[in-house]
């Protein structure tokens, strides 16, 4: 682990040329350090909290005029003192103003270690911290949104929630056995039944959030399939408004998945174009093709699937309707080439577009978001992204079933405590209130130098 009491120095705007670029300082000889590099003023005399302008020297030499801003600790991001040095944005200018803070006695900071010393420093939990990083990668609305949410401490506060009132009932119950020769029960068996229960459904809520947590960080994977010649690749082509995939009157055009990133409303979708699936082919690249169509729909979060109105009955789509339905997973039935297709003896369910029309893919755009909505995306709600959360509230589930089933077969009361301190044990791991350098080692690498 590394030692907390030197200061650390590290460009906390991307490599690169830029406008600005700001390289921070952190730690108990930040101000110092920052006042050698800057002679026209004694920084070590102003007010926290402050911007000051003014050239930055190593000794004789000019580095850059800057803006330099002070921040005393606590009221600091890793809560310790801070000097943000915002320089003009060339890396040869940056370098030199972190090597003559070096030459002054700070050191480079390591990945994460900024919001390592933060969470140190008890200016977030673990949990708040490895939002930071989630934050940094967001890609979309919504990614940004459970970030947001979680860095600010929505999860941090129902966890915290729940820890509060399970270590008051296991205080009560080991007073209990400091009394347990007079037969006590200081624990209201029926309020504690229903504490278990209650947190019960709030693991269960938070575990559930995780598959939408994912959906929302890695976008959800939209599967395009039908039989060929449907406009799979022409409805690939319009969502994304390029001509990414090839396009023929040729049954069979698409032999491989093709894969594309769009975003429709702050929600990312991973469009997914598919082989047109047919039964018999005897082509052998083609049914290879078909099988990697089949394995989409398998692996995607939604389907959607595109008949060609001109060239399929009403009952036809039916029985389709019946199989797609079959796979348990939200879908879209789209009737296309409406343009040319006169008959309207299709049922209302059929989402009707011409896939060569952008205006009329619209419609399946704001179905897809409300697929996607009503499956539960509520970016204002609490949502497990991140899989280490997931892992330690499945464990936090499992003890409190325990707990539950201890008291249902009257477990002696040492023996619940126990039962109650694992299960306090794993929500500590989420925060940060149990933690070990190898965690703490392995969260904080995954984040960038400088933040
Ligand atoms: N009239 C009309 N033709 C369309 C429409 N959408 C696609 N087509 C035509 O249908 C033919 C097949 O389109 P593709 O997009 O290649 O079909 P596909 O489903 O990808 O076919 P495979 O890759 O072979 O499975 C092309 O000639 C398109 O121009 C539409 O909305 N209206
Ligand atoms: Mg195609």
New binding site residues.
Partial sequence: MADWNDTIVALATPQGIGAIGVIRLSGERAWVIANELFPSKNLLLQPTHTMHVGLLKDGPHVLDEVVVSLFKGPRSYTGEDVVEISCHGSPYVLQQVVQASIHHGARMAKPGEYTQRAFLNGKLDLAQAEAVADLIASNSAASQHTALANMRGGFSDILKGLRDQLIKFSALIELELDFSQEDVEFVDRTAFYVLIDVALQTTTRLLKSFQLGNVIKNGVKVAIV?K???????LLNTLLNENRAI????????RDTIEEVLNIQGILFRLV?T??IREHTSDVIERIGIERSKGAMDSADLIIY?VDLSAISPSELDDLTLEIGARNKPFVLVG??A??AGGSDFSDDLLRI????PQSVEALKDRMVSLVASGGINTEDVVVTNARHYQALQAVQQSLVDIRNGMDSGLPGDLLALDIRRCLHFLGEITGEVSNDELLGWIFERFCIGK
């Fill in positions: 039908g060929p010649n449907a406009g799979k690749s022409t396009v023929s009157e040729i049954a069979g055009t698409t174009d082989a047109g595109l296309n080439k343009d040319l011409s896939a060569k029309d």
